[in-house]
């Protein structure tokens, strides 16, 4: 079946640096990936879409300066968390796009000191 | 947009009892539907699909939901709860952009 990893699954970063994380499908190529975050206790909410080659169509209220996404492949989306605050300690989710199901990565917990 | 609204934020039963987790959507067109458990620190696992084909769709560990286009409703079911059905559900729709909209959530707890 369609597998999407996430590395890392857990980091922990300093108040105003920064931290990327990746998103890949190992055994297929996605033209769209999706971003989540899931706050504890919470729904996961989307981020954005991105779509590979393109640059990514944010939702409302999330800051695209602050949360960069960069879709460089079929196979490869990457978040980064610039000047990271505590408020943006979650649980950061992706999702690859294959026809029309979407396949969920393991999660990435986020945790900003 | 479509959207969906998960009524119980939490759900209790007892170990061999029947488990009802109920969704209702909003969309102006026959919606893709989902279910998804998510286990303590763990990532999405689907548990079942609608896409307009049967109404009453089958999933895994023995859930099953029914798709009522009448009550606009997908209510996830099983008739005998276990001890590792604990686990966050999330009632899910597809939007016509393909991203997927999840609801709030339900915890559920199954008592000993």
């Known amino acids: 079946g369609a597998v999407v990893s996430q590395h890392p699954s857990r980091v922990i970063c300093k108040s105003g640096t920064s931290v990327k994380i990746e998103c890949r499908s190992l055994d297929f190529q996605a033209t769209t990936m999706f971003w989540y975050r899931q706050f504890p206790k919470k729904s996961l909410m989307l981020m954005a879409t991105s779509n590979e080659g393109s640059k990514a169509t944010y939702e409302q209220g999330v800051e695209k300066d602050k949360f960069l996404i960069n879709h460089a492949s079929l196979t490869l989306s990457t978040l980064t968390v610039t000047s990271a605050h505590p408020e943006d300690s979650s649980f950061y989710i992706c999702?690859?796009?294959?026809?029309?199901?979407?396949?969920f990565g393991p999660g990435t917990r986020l945790t900003v000191t | 947009a479509q959207s969906v609204t998960q009524l119980d934020s939490h759900v209790s039963v007892s170990e061999g009892t029947p488990v009802l987790l109920r969704c209702n959507y909003s969309s102006s067109y026959s919606p893709s539907l989902f279910w998804y458990v998510q286990h303590p620190n763990k990532g999405l696992q689907l548990l079942l699909k609608y896409t307009s084909a049967a109404t009453l769709v089958k999933g895994i560990n023995g859930f099953e939901a029914e798709f009522k286009k009448s009550e606009t409703s997908f209510h996830l079911t099983k008739p005998s709860a276990h001890m590792s059905d604990a686990a966050e559900y999330f009632c899910v729709v597809r939007n016509n952009n393909n991203d997927m909209r999840f609801g709030a959530g339900t915890r559920l707890t199954v008592k000993p």
């Open positions: 999702s690859a796009k294959m026809t029309r199901e979407q396949y």
